[in-house]
């Protein structure tokens, strides 16, 4: 019997399916049965000694815990992705689906934490005393301007490795992407003009990513118009005063239309419908437009193609070149996990590194597939081996 459209959509119904499951993960037992014997061992009597051992050197936790290949995502829901503020409880299935995540691409145990605190100071503390349970800790849907300032905290005052998606390994997918897409227009990477709309969480470790990189024009813009140190009402905080302070070397004023102007590349981390065709054909030859804002990209990519953008990559599936950071954080976690390292430029790098040259460029295609195994184990191996 053929399935009908109706029939299809009732399948498909995420509530469903999530009522069906309860829950995405799982924790799996490492024995077949309990019996007397595996308890006496496992439990009472024989972990006493176990936790002596660990007691004496906390490093012996990597040994004899699940503690070498487990980590924390963790969250207070006050900006995810799509959805805004929906605190912890609202914030818990994406937590999960993240976890599933890390388990499906790295084979990590990943745990859902979500936090009902909105101070910063709380949950730096809070996090910094899960240390004992976890090989790292991986941020998720926190909002700027704290994010930047948990990150940092944590990653100076915790032993094991940080990592926020949001802010690093966006930029780190951004980067591969960017990357390929220089090389299909045929331009230098010091000579191109390249223009960040939003500059959060996302938006301000792309900027520093692509100076980093070796480009010497970034204008930034976020909702005051173009971050501008002479202007200092341009800045909602001090991490855009802070951009403002290494970018737009021109001194340019205004909004993102007069940002655009002589352009070679525009990256939309902000919010849907904000870029007009016509702008697109005052930017450079071969423009490329990365309409990352989700679920409703800055502008339509059919509407950017048809405005005489040459590559056009969204955050969505549906549409060629999906920037995704599915492609980065499972083997960035895996690799600094494993080497019980803290995360360093150099390993953010040799990531961007790995999932660029994980495919051969095209204009619908200037990334790799997320689901690709092949590049989670080349990101997994470029982190686990950087310096």
């Not at 227009?185 to 470790?205: L, Q, R, S």
């Not at 010497?216 to 001090?238: M, Q, S, Y």
């Not at 004023?253 to 352009?263: H, M, P, Q, R, V």
């Amino acid at each position: 019997m053929k399935e009908t459209q109706s029939s299809r959509s009732e399948r498909m119904d995420p509530l469903k399916i999530h009522r069906f499951l309860k829950g995405k993960i799982r924790i799996s037992l490492p024995v077949e049965r309990v019996d007397k014997e595996i308890l006496s061992l496992l439990y009472t009597p024989g972990v006493a000694e176990v936790a002596r051992v660990c007691a004496e050197n906390p490093e012996n936790t990597y040994t004899y815990t699940s503690r070498w290949n487990t980590i924390a995502v963790v969250s207070d829901g006050s900006a995810v992705l799509g959805l805004g503020n929906i605190g912890p409880y609202g914030a818990l299935p994406v937590m999960e689906g993240k976890a599933f995540l890390f388990k499906a691409f790295a084979d990590l145990d990943a745990f859902p934490i979500c936090l009902s605190e909105d101070d910063e100071e709380k949950i730096i503390e809070i996090v910094k005393s899960l240390e004992p349970s976890f090989g790292g800790i991986n941020l998720e849907d926190i909002a700027a301007p704290k994010c930047f300032r948990i990150l940092q905290r944590l990653s100076e005052e915790m032993n094991i490795p940080v990592f926020h998606d949001d802010q690093q390994g966006t930029a780190v997918v951004v980067s591969a992407a960017f990357l390929n897409a220089l090389k299909l227009v045929g331009k230098k990477i010091e000579e191109v003009k390249v223009v960040v709309n939003g500059i959060g969480a996302a938006g301000y470790n792309i900027v520093k990513f692509l100076l980093d990189l070796g480009v010497k024009n970034v204008v930034a813009v976020d909702r005051n118009g173009i971050l501008n140190e002479k202007h200092p009402e341009t800045c909602l905080n001090e991490y855009h005063l802070e951009i403002a302070r290494i970018t737009n070397p021109e001194g340019l004023s205004g909004g993102l239309e007069t940002a655009l102007e002589g352009a070679d590349f525009f990256i939309g981390v902000s919010k849907g419908n904000i870029v007009k065709p016509e702008w697109i054909g005052k930017m450079n030859r071969k423009p490329v437009i990365f309409a990352l804002a989700n679920p409703t990209p800055e502008i339509d990519p059919r509407l950017a193609k048809e405005a005489g953008a040459f590559i056009v990559a969204t955050g969505r599936s549906d549409y060629p070149n999906q920037v995704n950071n599915l492609l980065a954080f499972p083997g960035i976690m895996k690799g600094a996990v494993e080497k019980r390292s803290k995360i360093t430029k150099n390993m953010l790098f040799s990531a961007v590194d790995a999932i660029a040259n994980s495919c051969k460029p095209h204009p619908d295609r200037i990334i790799p597939e997320a689901f690709d195994m092949r590049v989670h184990q080349s990101v997994y191996f470029a982190v686990k081996n950087s310096s």
